[in-house]
């Protein structure tokens, strides 16, 4: 957990050096933000129901070159069990992507890439879900160049988990609005975000999320 | 034998010189020879001769001059009969060939000219004479034509064509003695002569209670003298393919609305696609209905039907350079009318009386 959050401090770190560089190059436009979820964790172990929630926050950087696009998101938080749930062990939540993608229309960009979330209990393994997905983003715009709206679906075509282990299936999708201030390198994006893992004769586990993302678009 | 052919060459001249004589006292004669018996009171007889006189009908018949005096004798001679219907029915034709006749005071007596003057003002006629052949600038120049009238009385003229249709009003009010037709040679529209073939100026006269009484009537023939008189065509207006569209259109307001309304219905959709059989939260409204309401707001801020000031100036200058083409063009059609000079032939006038005397 603190290797991972260090690994995510670096990598923060490492966003403004790299715009520098890529600014010599003036093709690519990278933009970064962080965002602030309130996560839902439903989880279905055997025959009963568990529901935790929390905040989630998460840095993201995306690198642009033509068609081509990058992603990167990292994010951390905790979640707990709701009033009137059984008395549960709290949960660290860690979770990220790394996805590359491609603009196929202004409007529609393909992605694949793989993206993992875990959930640490103290004194109990780590459960983790990993996922190799292939996505699809179609954004509309409302008021061009300021206003977005956006719809993005995902579908895992590999997955596993680490405990129990054994192969998993997934999907999922987020969609909501983005917001870019005129004449400003700033942004905004309000989201609501679902997905789901399963495995086969196993429960499944779902994680809802509600999330206000804001950002800064150093190099353009 | 030599002297019974002289009897005979002599008999011949007498018959063939017989009907002359007779055709000369059936003319001018039995004027003279019905005047006599009406100075000497003998009205039966006056009557017979002025009737004969007035219906002769070959080279001895009467002059127009010698008709009117005939018949203003012979309605005296039909009231001193007592046979007034007839005296009116005369007078009335002295009217219609003569509206401007006046009978001699120092000859008749005033029971005649009180009849007289009673039958002319209830006869609207009016009469006149365009000069036979003229020529005229179209639009510079006018056809003048005297109309004379039996008594005061409304009118209307109207130069027409041969099927009747009125190709323009000359003249429409009142009328007392006399009046001057002036035509300048331009149909209804002031701007061009009519084409060249036959027409006629149409003089209606209208009793007290406005009917029509009688139509008095002017052949003319139209023809082209020299100058053009036919027109050119007037520019087509603007075509719609030119003209920018006035009021914002509804299709952007639409393409701003269908992305937010698309996903914020999407929104809160995705948990059943998702993850079907589990309690969503309501967050996918919360971030559904603020997309659709920022759709909503883009589309209304596209003022889908609002007037679009650029595109009115522009369509108002196309128009405005349309209308000024038009006036052009008439006015060039104009100066070619002026340009053109026009014949007119005009023919004998006659009286018509539509639903009889």
Same mark, same amino acid.
């Given at each position: 957990?603190?290797?991972?959050?260090?690994?995510?401090?670096?990598?923060?770190?490492?966003?403004?050096?790299?715009?520098?560089?890529?600014?010599?190059?003036?093709?690519?436009?990278?933009?970064?933000?962080?965002?602030?979820?309130?996560?839902?964790?439903?989880?279905?172990?055997?025959?009963?129901?568990?529901?935790?929630?929390?905040?989630?926050?998460?840095?993201?950087?995306?690198?642009?070159?033509?068609?081509?696009?990058?992603?990167?998101?990292?994010?951390?938080?905790?979640?707990?069990?709701?009033?009137?749930?059984?008395?549960?062990?709290?949960?660290?939540?860690?979770?990220?992507?790394?996805?590359?993608?491609?603009?196929?229309?202004?409007?529609?960009?393909?992605?694949?890439?793989?993206?993992?979330?875990?959930?640490?209990?103290?004194?109990?393994?780590?459960?983790?879900?990993?996922?190799?997905?292939?996505?699809?983003?179609?954004?509309?715009?409302?008021?061009?160049?300021?206003?977005?709206?956006?719809?993005?679906?995902?579908?895992?075509?590999?997955?596993?988990?680490?405990?129990?282990?054994?192969?998993?299936?997934?999907?999922?999708?987020?969609?909501?609005?983005?917001?870019?201030?005129?004449?400003?390198?700033?942004?905004?994006?309000?989201?609501?975000?679902?997905?789901?893992?399963?495995?086969?004769?196993?429960?499944?586990?779902?994680?809802?999320?509600?999330?206000?993302?804001?950002?800064?678009?150093?190099?353009? | 034998?030599?002297?019974?052919?002289?009897?005979?060459?002599?008999?011949?001249?007498?018959?063939?010189?017989?009907?002359?004589?007779?055709?000369?006292?059936?003319?001018?004669?039995?004027?003279?020879?019905?005047?006599?018996?009406?100075?000497?009171?003998?009205?039966?007889?006056?009557?017979?001769?002025?009737?004969?006189?007035?219906?002769?009908?070959?080279?001895?018949?009467?002059?127009?001059?010698?008709?009117?005096?005939?018949?203003?004798?012979?309605?005296?001679?039909?009231?001193?009969?007592?046979?007034?219907?007839?005296?009116?029915?005369?007078?009335?034709?002295?009217?219609?060939?003569?509206?401007?006749?006046?009978?001699?005071?120092?000859?008749?007596?005033?029971?005649?000219?009180?009849?007289?003057?009673?039958?002319?003002?209830?006869?609207?006629?009016?009469?006149?004479?365009?000069?036979?052949?003229?020529?005229?600038?179209?639009?510079?120049?006018?056809?003048?034509?005297?109309?004379?009238?039996?008594?005061?009385?409304?009118?209307?003229?109207? +130069? &027409?064509?041969?099927? !009747? =249709?009125?190709?323009?009003?000359?003249?429409?009010? *009142?009328? @007392? %003695? #006399? /009046?001057?037709?002036?035509?300048?040679?331009?149909?209804?529209?002031?701007?061009?002569?009519?084409?060249?073939?036959?027409?006629?100026?149409?003089?209606?006269?209208?009793?007290?209670?406005?009917?029509?009484?009688?139509?008095?009537?002017?052949?003319?023939? +139209? &023809?082209?003298?020299? !100058? =053009?008189?036919?027109?050119?065509?007037?520019?087509? *207006?603007? @075509? %719609? #393919? /030119?003209?920018?569209?006035?009021?914002?259109?509804?299709?952007?307001?639409?393409?701003?609305?269908?992305?937010?309304?698309?996903?914020?219905?999407?929104?809160?959709?995705?948990?059943?696609?998702?993850?079907?059989?589990?309690?969503?939260?309501?967050?996918?409204? &919360?971030?559904?209905?603020?997309?659709?309401?920022?759709?909503?707001?883009?589309?209304?801020?596209?003022?889908?039907?609002?007037?679009?000031?650029?595109?009115?100036?522009?369509?108002?200058?196309?128009?405005?350079?349309?209308?000024?083409?038009?006036?052009?063009?008439?006015?060039?059609?104009?100066?070619?009318?002026?340009?053109?000079?026009?014949?007119?032939?005009?023919?004998?006038?006659?009286?018509?009386?539509?639903?009889?005397?």
């Amino acid at each position: 957990m603190r290797r991972a959050l260090i690994f995510a401090c670096a990598a923060a770190a490492c966003v403004p050096a790299v715009a520098v560089r890529l600014h010599a190059q003036s093709r690519w436009e990278v933009s970064i933000g962080a965002s602030g979820a309130r996560e839902i964790v439903r989880s279905r172990p055997a025959s009963t129901r568990e529901r935790r929630s929390g905040l989630v926050f998460t840095g993201e950087a995306v690198a642009t070159r033509g068609r081509l696009i990058a992603r990167l998101r990292y994010g951390q938080g905790h979640v707990t069990a709701d009033t009137g749930t059984p008395l549960l062990p709290r949960r660290d939540v860690v979770e990220g992507e790394a996805l590359v993608g491609y603009k196929a229309r202004p409007w529609l960009t393909l992605w694949v890439g793989p993206h993992a979330r875990t959930f640490a209990v103290s004194g109990v393994s780590d459960r983790r879900w990993l996922f190799w997905s292939g996505r699809a983003t179609a954004r509309g715009s409302l008021f061009p160049g300021r206003v977005e709206s956006f719809v993005e679906l995902w579908q895992g075509f590999s997955g596993r988990l680490s405990r129990p282990a054994g192969s998993a299936t997934g999907r999922g999708a987020e969609a909501g609005l983005e917001l870019r201030l005129a004449r400003r390198p700033l942004w905004a994006r309000l989201a609501y975000r679902i997905d789901q893992g399963r495995v086969a004769g196993e429960p499944r586990e779902t994680v809802e999320a509600l999330t206000l993302t804001v950002g800064y678009v150093p190099l353009r | 034998m030599k002297r019974a052919l002289l009897l005979l060459a002599g008999l011949w001249l007498g018959v063939s010189a017989a009907p002359s004589a007779g055709a000369a006292q059936s003319g001018a004669a039995l004027l003279t020879q019905g005047v006599r018996a009406y100075d000497d009171l003998e009205f039966d007889q006056a009557a017979g001769l002025l009737r004969r006189a007035l219906a002769v009908q070959s080279g001895e018949a009467l002059a127009p001059p010698d008709v009117k005096r005939a018949l203003i004798y012979l309605a005296a001679t039909e009231l001193l009969r007592e046979h007034r219907d007839s005296a009116v029915a005369t007078s009335r034709r002295l009217v219609l060939l003569d509206p401007r006749f006046r009978p001699d005071e120092l000859i008749f007596p005033p029971q005649v000219l009180t009849l007289y003057e009673a039958v002319r003002r209830a006869t609207p006629v009016v009469t006149g004479r365009a000069p036979p052949d003229t020529t005229i600038h179209a639009g510079s120049e006018e056809l003048a034509m005297r109309l004379y009238a039996s008594a005061f009385h409304d009118i209307t003229a109207k +130069l &027409v064509g041969e099927d !009747g =249709r009125a190709v323009r009003t000359l003249y429409t009010g *009142p009328i @007392a %003695d #006399s /009046l001057v037709l002036r035509w300048n040679g331009l149909d209804s529209t002031g701007t061009r002569a009519p084409p060249p073939g036959r027409y006629a100026i149409a003089v209606s006269s209208f009793d007290r209670q406005g009917r029509l009484a009688r139509i008095f009537r002017v052949p003319l023939e +139209l &023809v082209q003298v020299f !100058g =053009r008189i036919d027109t050119l065509p007037h520019p087509a *207006p603007p @075509a %719609d #393919s /030119l003209l920018w569209s006035e009021r914002q259109p509804m299709g952007p307001a639409l393409r701003a609305l269908a992305p937010g309304a698309l996903a914020g219905v999407a929104i809160a959709l995705l948990p059943s696609v998702v993850a079907s059989g589990e309690d969503a939260s309501g967050a996918r409204f &919360v971030v559904g209905g603020t997309v659709t309401i920022a759709g909503i707001a883009a589309a209304l801020s596209r003022h889908p039907g609002r007037a679009i000031p650029a595109n009115v100036a522009h369509n108002d200058t196309l128009r405005a350079a349309w209308r000024r083409d038009v006036d052009d063009v008439a006015r060039r059609n104009a100066a070619r009318a002026r340009e053109a000079m026009l014949g007119i032939r005009a023919g004998a006038p006659v009286v018509l009386t539509p639903e009889g005397p």
